[in-house]
């Protein structure tokens, strides 16, 4: 079956710019999670959402970052006026259930972000 | 707040030996525990997790990792290291109830033909 989809694969915009990062979640899937892996780092928690809602928005790094999740399936992140720091690639994971649960997440392939 | 380590940047093993990547958590409650698995360009891919029960969790590729609550590790270990299985590796953890998943920050683990 198909796996976590995630557009675009790259994406290069100048410094303050706007970009908005998709990502398909597996179909059933309700949990989806947004992370972000800059060179050399681990993985960063930005977000996750159980449906469309979002319980723990706690990884946001400023007020520029926001996101959303309609009809419990498409999500995007959405990132105002651009900084160069905010260069990284941006990874969606999806699983069954939420609280509570112990299900591992799937990755999509991931957003390379470059903020010239 | 709960943590994962790794406390080695970079492991090197020759083709054929047994490998050992190292991860301890600190979690509340029972721990949830995940080993992932990153090849460049790509996604990470799920190679096991410890839920509960035996504490030897066998996963793919000829992975498994062994859970110790006393020393509060979950180490992956393979007997016969592949050139194939060089990748980034991510343990992975969370408490019970706790959606936030904790990253450490990976292992390189490079085998040398």
């Known amino acids: 079956g198909a796996g976590v989809s995630q557009s675009p694969s790259n994406k290069v915009t100048e410094k303050g710019k706007d970009v908005e990062l998709r990502c398909d979640p597996i179909?059933?899937?309700?949990?989806l999670y947004w992370y972000r892996q800059s060179l050399g780092q681990g993985l960063e928690f930005l977000i996750y959402f159980q449906g469309n809602s979002a319980p723990d928005k706690s990884g946001l790094p400023s007020d520029r970052f926001s996101a959303e999740r309609t009809g419990g399936s498409v999500s995007t992140l959405t990132i105002q006026r651009t900084q160069q720091e905010d260069s990284a690639v941006y990874l969606c994971a999806s699983s069954l259930e939420g609280t509570g649960s112990y299900n591992e997440q799937f990755f999509g392939p991931g957003t390379r972000l470059t903020v010239l | 707040a709960q943590s994962v380590a790794q406390p080695e940047d970079q492991v090197n093993v020759a083709e054929g030996n047994p490998l050992t990547v190292k991860c301890t958590y600190s979690?509340?409650?029972?721990?949830?525990l995940f080993w992932y698995v990153q090849y460049p360009n790509r996604g990470l891919q799920f190679l096991l997790k410890y839920i509960t029960g035996d504490n030897l969790v066998k996963g793919s590729y000829g992975f498994e990792a062994e859970f110790n609550k006393s020393q509060t590790s979950f180490h992956l270990k393979k007997p016969s290291a592949l050139v194939s299985d060089s990748a980034l590796y991510f343990c992975?953890?969370?408490?019970?109830?706790?959606?936030?998943?904790?990253f450490g920050t990976g292992t390189r683990l490079t085998i040398i033909p």
């Open positions: 979690v509340s409650g029972n721990p949830y």
């Open positions: 179909s059933g899937h309700t949990a």
């Open positions: 992975a953890g969370r408490g019970f109830g706790n959606e936030k998943l904790t």
